[in-house]
């Protein structure tokens, strides 16, 4: 089993960056494929970004493709999520997700939330105009 703690959360404004983090317990990190999700207030939880377990290939949503970029380092058991160009709509609980039984497919598995075994308690993400 694994535990997922996001941080790095925080107020910024539109047009800034923002790296939020997710850190894993235990020792097999690198057995997990890693998602970031994210919801705004009366919204569904959507999709973000994926990464493969060795971070090889990923996979992004079109809202937020060409901005965000997920990478992980599975020496710290940490995936990450760099979030450039920030807009208002942006603005949202991002969740970190793993998923230990599938093969990496960010073509669909990966998108869909309930392939995930795993979540985080998520870290508010909150961009100014």
């Known amino acids: 089993q694994v535990q997922l703690v996001e941080s790095g959360g925080g107020l910024v404004q539109a047009g800034g960056s923002l790296t939020i983090s997710c850190a894993s317990s235990?020792?097999?990190?690198?057995?997990?494929?890693m998602g970031w999700f994210r919801q705004a207030p009366g919204k569904k939880r959507e999709f973000a970004a994926a990464?493969?377990?060795?971070?090889?290939?990923?996979s992004y949503a079109d809202s937020v493709k060409g901005r965000f970029t997920i990478s992980r380092d599975n020496a710290k058991n940490t995936v990450y999520l760099q979030m450039n160009s920030l807009k208002p709509e942006d603005t949202a609980v991002y969740y970190c997700?793993?998923?230990?039984?599938?093969?990496?497919?960010?073509?669909?598995?990966?998108?869909?939330?309930?392939?995930?075994?795993?979540w985080g308690p998520g870290t508010q993400v909150t961009v100014s105009s």
């Open positions: 997700a793993a998923d230990r039984d599938r093969d990496y497919s960010g073509g669909y598995y990966h998108r869909q939330d309930g392939t995930y075994n795993y």
């Open positions: 235990g020792r097999t990190f690198s057995q997990y494929i």
């Open positions: 990464i493969s377990r060795s971070g090889t290939s990923t």
